[in-house]
């Protein structure tokens, strides 16, 4: 059971573009969603995150918007660039104390190619 | 700035065998995670260790063994290797109670089982 469901699963854009990226959560626990950027072969990279004590967040080219009550955030990037061509997962977890919100639950990954 | 040290990036084994895959957190971090992506496939948790001590546990196998040293290097160890172990593993270190909730992932370490 997919806890964190994410789409499109691959999406296209021209230079200049905002592509928009969702996500969907079922476990109304969770309290801390993080966007990670991967490039082949390497690791995933922090983009942003957000909590869900607030509707939105920007940084950068990146925006974040979250709605609590229908269990559902976005990430949007401004004036794309061939060079943000990569993976994009969100991501979830719950802050209980400890480590726990490096206990993330990914979505599925949204390939983004931006074309020059 | 330091970043996560895995070793080796690249393994390739035989069914069967045993593998260990090393961790290196970004120092003064005191806390590991371990993380499974299979082809294609988003990352799956399968450990975490703060202070030396377990602090979370995930889908790891009963094969996969890890612990965390006095240096906080942590290892991971996967006997009876199948097929299906065949992935990327990550590690991943934090400061907990710093860096606002952030964790760094490592450019993982490729496991092939042949």
């Known amino acids: 059971q997919q806890q964190v469901k994410q789409s499109p699963q691959s999406l296209i854009v021209q230079k200049g573009g905002i592509p928009i990226i969702n996500c969907a959560y079922e476990?109304?626990?969770?309290?801390?969603f993080p966007w990670y950027q991967q490039f082949p072969g390497k690791g995933p990279a922090l983009l942003i995150a957000i909590r869900p004590d607030v509707s939105e967040k920007k940084e950068g080219r990146f925006t974040i918007s979250f709605n609590k009550s229908a269990k559902q955030f976005s990430l949007h990037i401004m004036d794309s660039q061939p060079g943000d061509s990569a993976t994009y997962f969100c991501a979830a977890s719950i802050n209980a104390g400890g480590t726990s919100y490096g206990k993330l639950t990914f979505g599925q990954g949204t390939i983004l190619t931006v074309h020059p | 700035a330091a970043g996560v040290i895995q070793s080796p990036r690249h393994l390739i084994k035989e069914k069967r065998e045993t593998a260990t895959l090393k961790c290196y957190p970004i120092?003064?971090?005191?806390?590991v995670y371990w993380y499974q992506q299979g082809p294609g496939q988003d990352p799956q948790f399968l450990i975490s260790f703060y202070e030396k001590m377990q602090s979370d546990k995930g889908s790891i196998p009963d094969r996969f063994s890890a612990q965390q040293f006095s240096d906080y290097h942590s290892e991971l160890n996967m006997s009876s290797l199948e097929l299906g172990d065949s992935a990327l593993y990550f590690c991943?270190?934090?400061?907990?109670?710093?860096?606002?909730?952030?964790?760094?992932f490592g450019e993982g370490s490729w496991l092939t089982v042949v």
């Open positions: 991943a270190s934090s400061l907990m109670g710093i860096s606002g909730n952030t964790i760094y």
């Open positions: 120092p003064r971090h005191d806390t």
């Open positions: 476990n109304t626990a969770f309290d801390y």
